[in-house]
């Protein structure tokens, strides 16, 4: 059994400014990571569901999916960056269709692709956590190979972790191979057959990221029904 001891009458000066030891259960943030005398935090996927659920304030529609691919998926990003099992990341992935599921009151046939294809093949734009969290975990680690020296242990298991990174039974190693890949799958289906000349115009498909116009919330969905669904 491992025992931790925190002398917390000892301090310590840095520049004149006096650093206080923390205690064994501490959690403190470093480049946007949770670290502990254990090491590395896991994530709180409970905080990050209640940051979902706070997005059910009053706003309309296009404001919602505007916040979630801008602004909360990235900082869950960055929480789960550091390290998290494959499962976990499926887990949140369902989580966040279902919001935006209940959101824009798509029906519960509505194809996963239709969320994660970019906007300019006609999808959502939304960011599939179990494909884009591993690609980011081997840039991550590729970065920091120096050459002619040992390949941290760190580094192999990022690389392979990326293996499991696919879409639809297709490998992807890079960010533009996933878009390219969900856009393949959309167009590809039954559903979306219709949709395989559009990111030839990606302009034409700006509304569907814009949160700022002041298009209703009901003629938003309207909109978004007609094209995709």
Avoid at 8 to 36: C, D, R
């Amino acid at each position: 059994m491992r025992k931790w001891y925190v002398d917390s009458m000892h301090k310590m000066e840095i520049y004149g400014a006096q650093v206080q030891s923390l205690q064994p259960t501490t959690v403190y943030k470093y480049l946007g990571m949770h670290f502990s005398s254990a090491g590395k935090g896991k994530p709180n996927i409970q905080k990050l569901c209640e940051k979902l659920v706070a997005l059910q304030a009053p706003l309309k529609s296009q404001q919602h999916l505007n916040v979630l691919n801008k602004h909360l998926i990235p900082g869950i990003i960055r929480m789960v960056l550091g390290g998290v099992c494959q499962n976990t990341l499926k887990t949140l992935d369902k989580l966040i269709r279902q919001m935006v599921k209940k959101w824009l009151k798509f029906p519960k046939d509505t194809p996963i692709n239709v969320y994660y294809a970019p906007t300019a093949a006609w999808g959502l734009g939304c960011i599939c956590l179990s494909t884009r969290v591993p690609i980011l975990w081997r840039n991550n680690s590729e970065d920091l190979v120096i050459p002619n020296l040992a390949i941290h242990p760190n580094t192999i298991k990022a690389l392979r972790f990326v293996g499991r990174s696919k879409v639809r039974n297709v490998v992807v190693t890079t960010r533009r191979q996933e878009l390219k890949e969900w856009t393949n799958v959309l167009v590809g289906s039954l559903d979306g057959v219709g949709l395989k000349e559009h990111h030839f115009a990606p302009q034409v498909h700006k509304w569907m990221a814009n949160g700022t116009n002041l298009t209703k919330g009901a003629t938003y969905i309207d909109a978004l029904k007609i094209n995709i669904i």
